[in-house]
Nanobody
Framework: QEQLVESGGGLVQAGGSLRLSCAAS????????MGWFRQAPGKERTFVAA????????YYADSVKGRFTISRDNAKNTVYLQMNSLKPEDTAVYYC?????????????????WGQGTQVTVSS
């Protein structure tokens, strides 16, 4: 069973950057595809990015493509989300999640494990 802990959130000005981390506690981290989702106040949780178990495949929401980069370090049991050129509309709680496959990677219902979330606030 995977336990996920996000970190790296905070307050940043528009145009700035943040790097989120998600540390997993399980011993089979590379067996899991990982995703990042976000939830803005009063809105549904939405897909941001996903990465395959060995990192060879990545997927992004159109709204973050070209600005965000997902990566992972399986030796450290950690997945990252590098966020550049941040906009106020990126303000949300960001969650990482794990699942064993990447079929329908944007469907949050298919993820088995979730972290507690980290707040990202982008000021204008």
């Amino acid at each position: 069973q995977e336990q996920l802990v996000e970190s790296g959130g905070g307050l940043v000005q528009a145009g700035g950057s943040l790097r989120l981390s998600c540390a997993a506690s399980g011993r089979t981290f590379s067996n899991y595809a990982m995703g990042w989702f976000r939830q803005a106040p009063g809105k549904e949780r939405t897909f941001v990015a996903a990465i395959s178990g060995r990192g060879g495949s990545t997927y992004y929401a159109d709204s973050v493509k070209g600005r965000f980069t997902i990566s992972r370090d399986n030796a450290k049991n950690t997945v990252y989300l590098q966020m550049n050129s941040l906009k106020p509309e990126d303000t949300a709680v960001y969650y990482c999640a794990a699942r064993t496959t990447l079929y329908n990677y944007a469907d949050m219902r298919l993820y088995d494990y979730w972290g507690q979330g980290t707040q990202v606030t982008v000021s204008s």
